[in-house]
């Protein structure tokens, strides 16, 4: 294992703190936790998110003005603890209440709702939004359903510029639920990643193999083949997107190409150029894209394909929307 780390079991304390050094005008530690805070309180509802760490920027990336108000970090795929989550709810609330932007993965459901019903004790109004666009698999490994992977970014974004527009707890709750409904997203890897502690690859895949459906921690996918062009790749996963949400030539729809961590951008905007393609083929309105490493899985190589179907203009302007935080541009 070749890794830029010091000692595998202090890996994310000391990522955190460089995080916060080099991007200190815009957010800060919680002092004694995994938690990474907004500088800047602000007067309207709080966005927070969080889980294991390896999938950087999520979510410490997008905490900041516009987007979430903490973020807590766990050990390497793992979820962060109820005592963790609890002290970020207290260190983010101003008084409007607080929504738990949560990706469905059974630890993470079970420790955010167990902090939020600790909040309540402490009369902290939250609410929750669970985010399960991951359509290739259902009950993999650590889900009971339907995974929560780079669509919850999206969801960041659009309820970050609702909860600045003043909008209330209750609002944001409303319209995240609906607005996970319209987002699908669905990945093919071409490596496994390396949890540091492991040491090794999470998975055995062959040099001249690739994977459709693996998860953000490594979790089985629902085909593996000999590794196919970009244009089939997109071909592949474009079609399941269409049968996902059976495609409506006269709504406008989003795209977000996310790297899994180990992809350069040139490939992840050649694949852009064949989803485009696949896409002109059904005729549709592509009104939004965005392409990067939004969350990735440590130094797995792969990218995922997430669809998000607009339901208002006020959508796509909520995600055009000009934020301050480390990691959306």
């Not at 995080?19 to 200190?24: D, G, I, N, Q, T």
């Not at 995994?34 to 760490?53: F, N």
């Not at 995240?176 to 699908?184: C, F, Q, T």
């Not at 083949?225 to 030539?249: G, P």
């Amino acid at each position: 294992m070749k890794k830029i780390i010091n000692d595998s079991g202090t890996v994310v304390d000391e990522m955190i703190d460089g995080f916060c050094f080099a991007h200190a005008n815009q957010v800060e530690k919680l002092t004694d936790f995994r938690v990474v805070l907004r500088k800047k309180k602000t007067d309207h509802v709080a966005l927070i998110s969080g889980g294991g760490s390896g999938h950087e920027p999520a979510h410490a990336g997008f905490v900041g003005d516009g987007m979430l108000a903490a973020a807590i970090c766990g050990e390497v795929f793992t979820s962060p603890t109820p005592d963790q989550i609890l002290e970020a709810i207290k260190a983010s609330d101003t008084g409007h209440g607080v929504l738990l932007i949560v990706k469905n993965y059974t630890g993470d459901v079970m420790n955010f709702d167990m902090a939020k019903e600790l909040a309540e004790m402490e009369d902290i109004k939250v609410e929750s939004v669970l985010v399960d666009d991951d359509i290739a698999v259902e009950d993999s490994t650590y889900t009971a359903g339907k995974r929560g992977v780079a669509g919850t970014v999206l969801v960041h974004k659009i309820l970050g510029a609702y909860a600045r527009q003043g909008k209330t707890l209750e609002e944001l709750k409303t319209r995240g639920d609906a607005l996970v409904e319209r987002i699908k997203t669905i990945g093919v890897a071409l490596t496994a990643a390396t949890v540091p502690e492991v040491g090794k690859p999470g998975f055995e895949i062959g040099n001249d193999e690739m994977e459709y459906g693996v998860g953000i921690h490594g979790e089985p996918g629902y085909k593996r083949e000999a590794i196919k062009t970009s244009a089939e790749m997109a071909k592949e996963l474009v079609s399941k997107l269409s049968e996902a949400f059976s495609f409506n030539q006269d709504q406008k729809y989003g795209v977000l190409i996310n790297g899994l961590g180990a992809t350069p951008l040139m490939e992840q905007y050649i694949f852009l150029n064949d989803v485009k393609q696949e896409l002109d083929n059904q005729a549709l309105t592509i009104a939004y894209t965005k392409v990067g490493n939004y969350m990735t899985s440590l130094d797995m190589a792969g990218v995922s394909l997430t669809v998000i179907a607009f339901e208002t203009d006020e959508e796509i302007d909520a995600l055009e929307e000009t934020v301050d935080t480390p990691s959306w541009t």
